[in-house]
């Protein structure tokens, strides 16, 4: 192919067959890894058969650059190569010469080793700790790989089908550079990604990282970073898991989510899987392939989608350990979702239920052996919680809802309710999702709209929290209701719908429970307690103890660290 980008063309890649399909794999990788960073900040080492193919394209777009060349002759070369072409390149002929630098994008290109193994012994070294390898090889072996602190997170092939027929071509006078020599590559670029001959495969961009061989490997499949109690576990799962003695990562298999950047921020470990497809072909084989890649040693799926598409990759992967946590009792689920729940259970590990009621369900609607249910609470980040304290309620009472805006959680009921609440009150919804026109429009027909305040999403709510008077929780199911728990923790009374899993972690003498979906008896539980606020107030710090104590992130992940231990001991017995 003939250079079209300005960094191309200061390399002479594009005279190679696919060289520039692999230039274009290396910066495309070190720009995912860089983005929001400054390239100037971002360092790179490039150690390559022919000195400037690689190192100038990323000195040219900007970046920090160091050519590691042991032939001082080579340097020397280069060296005026560089000036003409004025581009700032570092450069190094010893090992010693950067000894105290750390790289944040290390670039092995043209290495023979068959798997990269060799070429990649040397750099631990010179790596910074999130840092990442590139490393142009023959052919990926995962498991080799694992055993000597390795991992490859993803691989671009950029085979070129017509390379090992390059020598004919010559004798036949085909020129490299030549306008036949580009219409050929472009032609063998499209047959390298359409056309299935693994026979003859020729290489990969591998992007490698470096890894702990001795820490059980986590996978956690999600549908999406969404602001949900499930999301949320996942997050505290991969945050905490490293301090039981595991790696971990999580997969959000159709990506985005209100807290995609409370993952990144965090330096929480994530594989976006980025592909569509009808019927969900592409995601399930671009699933299967990083399971493939990665070796996790377990895959832990969440949510319908998760569960689906996880539990199907990590089988066909041969991933030794699937664990499924069910978030909810799903009383939406219709007999197609039951069906592949049932499918999938024989070869899933362990399942998890958040409550004993969640438990049930999966034990009499989806056929689950109860021996292979452990019921693990969900647990809070308590260090975030700000109490609510003992004060009493403002003049205006400031209630509070925070949930997706959808038809599990029930906002209609509560705004219904309040309507018919002859005590002042005002009302902040937090949170987003299908139902919001509709839900404004029946405020406006009530006429509540102007006591309603919509937050949409907030990153926010333990102060929000803290500065609400009461807690309305009208879901119509919940696996466990990790919103209330929240509350509890925060002290702030609790009015919600009576569910069983809400049961099992309050007594009806600390939250006032209220039947699902009964506008009157919603009314009435609102309007006793702003009568009577101090005995709220009391009965809310009463039960902040039991929420700490019960609802701890830490309690939560060593329960999940044991479970996973137990169900690895399983697989090795």
Not at 447 to 462: A, K, N, Q
């Amino acid at each position: 192919m003939r250079p079209r980008a300005d960094y191309q063309r200061v390399s002479s890649a594009h005279r190679d067959p696919g060289g520039l399909r692999r230039l274009d794999a290396y910066v495309r990788r070190v720009g995912a890894w860089a983005v929001g960073r400054d390239p100037h900040r971002v360092r790179v080492l490039v150690r390559e058969t022919v000195l400037g193919n690689v190192a100038f394209p990323f000195a040219s777009l900007g970046y920090d650059v160091t050519i590691f060349e042991p032939n001082i002759a080579s340097i020397q070369k280069a060296t005026v190569m560089a000036s003409e072409l004025a581009l700032s390149v570092g450069f190094a002929a010893s090992m010693a010469d950067f000894a105290e630098r750390r790289f944040d994008a290390v670039i092995i290109d043209g290495s023979d080793a068959a798997d990269g193994s060799e070429a990649l012994g040397d750099i631990r070294p010179f790596l910074a700790p999130s840092g990442i390898v590139l490393c142009h090889v023959r052919s990926i072996r995962p498991d080799a790989l694992k055993h000597a602190g390795w991992r490859c997170r993803d691989a671009d092939r950029v085979s070129a089908f017509f390379l090992a027929m390059w020598p004919l071509f010559a004798r036949l006078g085909l020129r490299r550079g030549s306008g036949k020599f580009h219409l050929l590559d472009a032609s063998d670029a499209w047959a390298a990604v359409h056309v299935p001959c693994p026979f003859l495969s020729r290489g990969w961009v591998a992007e490698f990282e470096t890894h702990d061989p001795s820490a059980p490997f986590v996978m956690h499949a999600v549908p999406t970073f969404g602001a949900g109690g499930a999301e949320r576990l996942v997050y505290e799962l991969v945050a905490h898991l490293p301090g039981q003695g595991f790696e971990a990562k999580a997969v959000p298999i159709t990506g985005g989510g209100e807290l995609e950047t409370w993952f990144r921020e965090h330096g929480v470990a994530t594989v976006p899987v980025l592909r569509r497809g009808k019927f969900g072909i592409r995601t399930f084989l671009a699933l299967r392939r990083i399971f493939r890649l990665q070796r996790p040693d377990i895959v832990h799926t969440h949510l319908f989608v998760g569960d689906t598409m996880g539990r199907a990759a990590a089988i066909a992967a041969g991933v030794p350990v699937i664990v499924s946590t069910e978030h909810n009792v799903n009383e939406s689920y219709r007999w197609s979702h039951r069906l592949v729940n049932r499918l999938l259970a024989p070869f899933t590990s362990g399942h998890v239920a958040v409550s004993e009621e969640v438990k049930r369900v999966l034990v009499e609607k989806e056929g689950v052996k109860a021996d292979k249910v452990r019921t693990i609470l969900n647990g809070i980040d308590l260090d975030r919680v700000i109490g609510r304290g003992s004060r009493p309620f403002r003049d205006v009472p400031r209630l509070i809802m925070v949930g997706r805006l959808m038809f599990q959680k029930d906002h209609a009921t509560l705004f219904k309710a309040l309507a018919l609440v002859k005590r002042p009150w005002r009302l902040r919804v937090v949170g987003t999702g299908p139902l919001e026109r509709r839900l404004r429009e029946l405020a406006e027909r009530l006429r509540i709209s102007s006591r309603i305040e919509w937050l949409g999403y907030r990153d926010d709510v333990p102060e929000l929290l803290a500065a609400s008077d009461i807690f309305c929780f009208p879901s119509r199911y919940e696996g466990l209701g990790l919103a209330a728990v929240e509350a509890a923790a925060a002290g702030v009374p609790v009015v919600a719908s009576d569910l069983l899993p809400l049961r099992e972690m309050f007594d009806a003498t600390d939250v006032r429970f209220v039947p699902t979906g009964d506008v009157p008896a919603w009314a009435h539980a609102i309007t006793e307690t702003l009568d009577d606020p101090s005995s709220a107030v009391v009965r809310a710090a009463r039960l902040v103890p039991k929420v700490y104590a019960e609802a701890s992130i830490d309690r939560m992940v060593s329960r999940y660290a044991a479970l996973y231990r137990l169900l690895l001991e399983r697989r090795t017995s």
